[in-house]
């Protein structure tokens, strides 16, 4: 264990990190709560953040004993210290199994965890699990850029813990296991070092990089549910450059061993383009995991993607945009009139119709593309001034013709051959031949 930093610039660093602290959300309430007590440190990706002068998204914090009685009394003191409303009301969730609980108010996340020893039973499985000190805890994770400890609490309040290397580790860029059986303990890692790696450019330190290829080469992820793997999977999926985290998983060799068929089977120009053209209510997730299973069977990535827990909606959407991306293009080519498009585009996903899109580009096949982009961005939300209800009114039967004479319309309002009045469009809709 290392202890500090060099004695004199860690105090430093500790206090310039305590200050930072007081920035963040939640930042203010939690030294307050920590002042009281000796056994409060911020642990994991906040003090790398922290120390990289990068934002954390969320505090996570060890106490000594007891994290949901800790938890409790911070989402208290969030109460009394909040608004009235009820949106800024504290929420706190716990997690049983290790005693674990998460505090979230008006913009903070505080995870409080109980500081843990843990050792192995099996590779794979989820270790066992007592109550250790700061040091032990350190000891249990997985990189040394994340086994660093800030005291939070009274006197010890700014003092750093680390475990060896992680300062240099941190300053290099570096990411290192902290002991040989590291993924063999936690397979899962695998998919965590490679999504570090992208996200912060840090690049494995060599024996690191060695181990993850050995723990691949021994087929260590068969030794993990295909519910852990998918959780680090959809970490990796919402990362800030995700496909930065997709490549640094098939260049480790991780995603050929999650399942052999999942390879990017686009070239990554138009994975770029795909998410440029991907509406706000697309699914970067659905996208992008279509993007590995383009060249996989339909059934084939239904059943990989229900080991991997993703919902039946994500896999459904999913297996769509793989069915119906690469034939898309030619159809969205084909379309010379709005309406034809719009013929093309049924039922497809936006994802689908990104996806194809950006094949359609890659085909040399631009009016896809230009198709593509048009009924995303603009055709795709065109609505008619009258409704059913309007043409019952004006002395319709009810039944199918009254469907049929509203889909004439909107074909008509899409090519442009009828305005955009209700008017307009009843005296097409009474027009039309049913
Ligand atoms: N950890 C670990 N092995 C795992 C998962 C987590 O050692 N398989 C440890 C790491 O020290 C990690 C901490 O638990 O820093 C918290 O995990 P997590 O919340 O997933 O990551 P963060 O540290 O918050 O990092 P980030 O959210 O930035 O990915």
Not at 25 to 52: C, I, K, M, N, Y
Not at 370 to 384: D, F, I, P, S, T
Request: a negative charge.
């Amino acid at each position: 264990m290392q202890a500090t930093r060099g004695a004199g610039s860690a105090r430093i660093d500790g206090e310039v990190l305590i200050e930072r602290v007081l920035e963040l959300p939640g930042g203010p309430l939690l030294l307050e709560l920590a002042s009281a007590r000796e056994d409060v440190d911020l642990v994991g990706g906040a003090v790398r953040d922290l120390l990289l002068g990068r934002t954390p998204l969320e505090l996570d914090v060890v106490v000594g004993e007891e994290p949901d009685l800790f938890a409790r009394e911070l989402a208290a003191s969030a109460r009394l210290g909040g608004r009235a409303d009820d949106a800024a009301a504290p929420r706190l969730a716990q997690h049983d199994r290790f005693g674990t609980a998460l505090v979230e108010w008006d913009g903070a996340r505080v995870d409080v965890a109980a500081r843990r020893a843990e050792s192995y039973a099996s590779p794979g499985a989820l270790p066992e699990v007592r109550s250790g000190t700061v040091e032990e805890d350190l000891e249990r994770r997985d990189f040394t850029v994340n086994a660093i400890a800030l005291a939070l609490g009274a006197r010890r309040r700014g003092q750093l813990r680390a475990v060896e290397h992680a300062f240099a580790d941190l300053d290099a860029g570096c990411l290192r296991v902290l002991h040989e059986r590291s993924f063999l303990d936690d397979p899962t890692r695998l998919l965590r070092l490679w999504r570090y790696a992208a996200r912060l450019r840090f690049q494995p330190e060599a024996r690191t990089a060695a181990l993850a290829r050995e723990a691949v080469r021994l087929r260590a992820l068969a030794t993990v549910s295909g519910s852990r793997i998918g959780t680090e999977l959809r970490l990796a999926l919402r990362e800030p450059d995700p496909l930065a985290s997709l490549l640094a998983l098939q260049q480790g060799g991780v995603l050929a061993a999650i399942h052999p068929s999942l390879r990017l089977a686009v070239p990554e120009r138009s994975v770029h383009a795909a998410l440029r053209l991907l509406p706000p209510d697309g699914d970067r997730v659905v996208l992008l995991l279509a993007c590995v299973l383009l060249s996989t069977g339909d059934g084939e990535a239904r059943e990989l993607l229900g080991k991997l827990d993703f919902t039946a909606a994500t896999r459904e959407r999913v297996c769509d945009t793989v069915r119906l991306a690469p034939e898309l293009p030619v159809r969205l080519q084909a379309a010379a009139r709005p309406s034809e498009l719009a013929a093309a585009a049924r039922g497809a996903p936006p994802e689908a119709l990104s996806l194809a899109g950006a094949l359609g580009e890659e085909r040399g096949l631009d009016s896809a593309a230009e198709a593509a982009r048009r009924w995303l961005g603009e055709l795709r939300n065109v609505r008619l001034k009258i409704t059913g209800d309007d043409l019952l009114d004006a002395g319709l039967a009810a039944g199918p013709d009254i469907g049929r004479r509203l889909q004439t319309v909107l074909e008509m309002r899409l090519d442009g051959t009828v305005g955009d009045s209700a008017d307009a469009q009843l005296e097409a809709a009474l027009r039309a031949s049913s």
